[in-house]
């Protein structure tokens, strides 16, 4: 069963002049209206509105391009349980054109097979920061070799991102949209 939300979408009534007015600040910010992680994170006004710009870097302009960010989002979303994370992302992946035994086998939290060089280097950095909390010294020079000091920093904040709002979502429970569904863990 299905536990519920514990912080579901604020009702305009509800909502005090801070949260109303970040409300419209968000919607300049991301072109819609408070979805998703920033549901719970409306609770927190200026938080809320300091983290949406750095979603929308991480989704759109991050040196290694959104496919290769959507192997780590997505690996966090299992690592988390997160289904809105997932549900959200699994689509983006698929239109950044991420190959449909990807997102499954990262759905299913197992390595991918058959992945461009670039994907598997993205997927054990990701793998080996889970595990270990860092990069070895030839992970680190593998991914800085391919995509410079900025990759290594950008791919390290990007898991610190979606990790932090997988967290806020799964404390707040917040209810996964219509979309691809995470399955359970084996």
């Known amino acids: ?9 604020l ?27 920033f549901v719970p994170l409306h609770r927190s006004p200026d938080l809320m509105l300091r983290l949406a710009p750095v979603g929308d870097f991480m989704r759109k302009e991050l040196c290694f391009g959104v496919r290769l960010a959507e192997i780590a989002i997505l690996f966090t979303a299992r690592r988390y349980d997160q289904p809105v994370e997932y549900a959200i992302h699994a689509e983006i ?27 598997a280097l993205i ?10 909390r860092r990069l070895s010294d030839a992970s680190y020079a593998a991914l800085s070799n391919r995509f410079g000091e900025q990759g290594v920093v950008e ?9 932090l709002l997988a967290t806020v979502m799964n404390c707040a429970r917040t209810a996964a949209p219509p979309g691809p569904a995470l399955p359970p863990v084996r």
Not at 20 to 29: L, M, N, P, Q, S
Not at 95 to 116: C, F, N, S, Y
Request: charged share 30%.
């Open 1 to 9: 069963m299905t536990k519920p939300d514990r912080m579901p979408p």
């Open 11 to 37: 009702a305009e009534a509800d909502r005090t002049q801070a949260q109303r007015d970040a409300a419209e600040v968000f919607k300049t910010i991301r072109d819609q209206p408070v979805f998703g992680p």
């Open 93 to 119: 992946a698929a239109k950044a054109g991420l190959p449909v035994h990807v997102i499954a086998a990262l759905a299913e939290d197992r390595q991918p097979p058959d992945m461009t060089e670039d994907e």
């Open 123 to 132: 997927w054990s950095c990701v793998a080996e920061i889970d595990r270990s």
């Open 155 to 163: 791919l390290a904040a990007l898991m610190g991102y979606y990790q």
